[in-house]
């Protein structure tokens, strides 16, 4: 079993969608949680991250993490075509730059105009 | 401010040769971190330098090296490539090593073809 498993998609919906990708992780230790885009030829961008469990809203992004379930997800309201990307999850112990990021395999998003 | 730049973007290697990557993080930014993204195994953790030490590494054979300088920009060398090493590269740093490690940002990486 992967540490995090992640739906590869492609996931399709029209423009103006609530969209909601999500990550399953095995390791009870992680403790900071990060969503990624990532377009096509490009480095991953951060979007965001959240401590712990709970959730966190950034304009039409809302990260949710439920730690008892070990499941995380990325809300996407009012998704515009621009949002078609390839989108990854990841996660660590403790934060630092030495522990490296654990990564999703990516969930390949497009948006339908 | 300049992003994280990588050199070379493109690169085509023959088999059993070696090859040398280079990383050049935001300005101030201490630390960097390299990864492989591969469409079987995805983004996975190479290593992590900071103030030109390596401070953890992930499960990668010892064909895979780096070093960092003293003004940050970093190096990784692959040794005797194989096909499989066939990925992009990916190099991303961040403002302080310790903590805020949600704040990385990668550079657009270099895509390696092993032929």
């Known amino acids: 079993q992967k540490e995090v498993e992640q739906d590869p998609g492609p996931l399709s919906v029209p423009e103006g969608a609530i969209v909601s990708l999500n990550c399953t992780y095995s390791n009870s230790a992680f403790q900071y949680f990060m969503w990624y885009r990532q377009y096509s030829r490009k480095g991953p961008e951060l979007l965001m991250y959240?401590?712990?469990?709970g959730n966190k809203e950034d304009g039409r992004f809302t990260a949710q993490v439920d730690k008892s379930s070990k499941y995380i997800s990325l809300f996407i309201r009012d998704s515009q075509p621009s949002d078609s990307a390839t989108y990854l999850c990841?996660?660590?112990?403790?934060?630092?730059?030495?522990?490296?990021?654990?990564f999703g395999k990516g969930t390949h998003l497009i948006i339908q105009p | 401010k300049a992003g994280v730049t990588q050199t070379p973007r493109y690169l085509i290697k023959t088999r059993g040769q070696q090859v040398t990557l280079s990383c050049s993080p935001i300005s101030g930014h201490r630390s960097v971190s390299w990864y492989q993204q591969t469409p079987g195994q995805g983004l996975q953790f190479l290593f992590e330098y900071f103030s030109e030490t390596q401070r953890n590494k992930g499960n990668f054979p010892g064909r895979f090296s780096g070093r960092q300088f003293s003004n940050s920009r970093s190096e990784m060398n692959v040794s005797t490539l194989e096909l499989g090493d066939s990925a992009l590269y990916l190099c991303a740093s961040s403002p302080i090593a310790a903590t805020a490690l949600y704040e990385q940002y990668f550079g657009p990486g270099t895509r390696l073809t092993v032929t």
């Open positions: 990841a996660m660590s112990e403790n934060g630092g730059g030495a522990d490296g990021l654990t």
């Open positions: 959240t401590y712990s469990s």
